[in-house]
T-cell receptor, first 113, second 118 residues
Framework: KAGVTQTPRYLIKTRGQQVTLSCSPISGHRSVSWYQQTPGQGLQFLFEYFSETQRNKGNFPGRFSGRQFSNSRSEMNVSTLELGDSALYLC????????????FGSGTRLTVV | AQTVTQSQPEMSVQEAETVTLSCTYDTSESDYYLFWYKQPPSRQMILVIRQEAYKQQNATENRFSVNFQKAAKSFSLKISDSQLGDAAMYFCAYRSRGYGGSQGNLIFGKGTKLSVKP
């Protein structure tokens, strides 16, 4: 059974640019969540999508957005990148009720220069 | 709002020995889930063990077990017969059982870096 796949693994962008990250969940998982991991703030919840609808949203500015497609694949977009957006972005998928926890991908390391 | 605290930034254990990682949390809810995740240098967060708050029995997964003290809001992880492959960051996480609003997402502690000495 394939795991959660995130692409790309590494990304370097310039301040002011925008970026799109992709996440393919485990087959059958309809919930996809995104987390930002930084040394200073730790792991912070960005948003969660279920059946193409945003189900929950963390406390991040509107520059951070996401969407989910009918095949449950999800993308997150960050516009007008800032140096502070440099982080590991982790995607996690779960069953609809999340009761058995989440399966994470290996993340996308974003560096903003 | 719920919070999760891991008071040990780093821990070290000798191979084959036992180590316990601490986690406390704060919540006003009575029903929730608690998790321990492991993050090796490969970056992928791996679920180690899961505990449902309404179950009094402590969860166990092979060499990993928890000591869940609901009244004290404590959820420690015990690793027995430590192996070199256990070296990683360990994160304690909380999730509400409900579905509305901001419920459902994981709330993580800051993590504990575990080193295993051969």
């Amino acid at each position: 059974k394939a795991g959660v796949t995130q692409t790309p693994r590494y990304l370097i962008k310039t301040r002011g640019q925008q970026v799109t990250l992709s996440c393919s969940p485990i087959s059958g998982h309809r919930s996809v969540s995104w987390y930002q991991q930084t040394p200073g703030q730790g792991l912070q919840f960005l948003f969660e999508y279920f059946s193409e609808t945003q189900r929950n949203k963390g406390n991040f500015p509107g520059r951070f957005s996401g969407r989910q497609f009918s095949n449950s694949r999800s993308e997150m977009n960050v516009s007008t990148l800032e140096l502070g957006d440099s982080a590991l972005y982790l995607c996690a998928s779960s069953r609809w009720d999340r009761s058995y926890g989440y399966t994470f991908g290996s993340g996308t390391r974003l560096t903003v220069v | 709002a719920q919070t999760v605290t891991q008071s040990q930034p780093e821990m070290s254990v000798q191979e084959a020995e036992t180590v316990t990682l601490s986690c406390t949390y704060d919540t006003s809810e009575s029903d929730y889930y608690l998790f321990w995740y492991k993050q090796p240098p490969s970056r992928q967060m791996i679920l180690v063990i899961r505990q449902e708050a309404y179950k009094q029995q402590n969860a166990t997964e092979n060499r990993f077990s928890v000591n869940f003290q609901k009244a004290a809001k404590s959820f420690s992880l015990k690793i027995s017969d430590s192996q070199l492959g256990d070296a990683a960051m360990y994160f304690c996480a909380y999730r509400s059982r409900g579905y509305g609003g901001s419920q459902g997402n994981l709330i993580f502690g800051k993590g504990t870096k575990l080193s295993v000495k051969p």
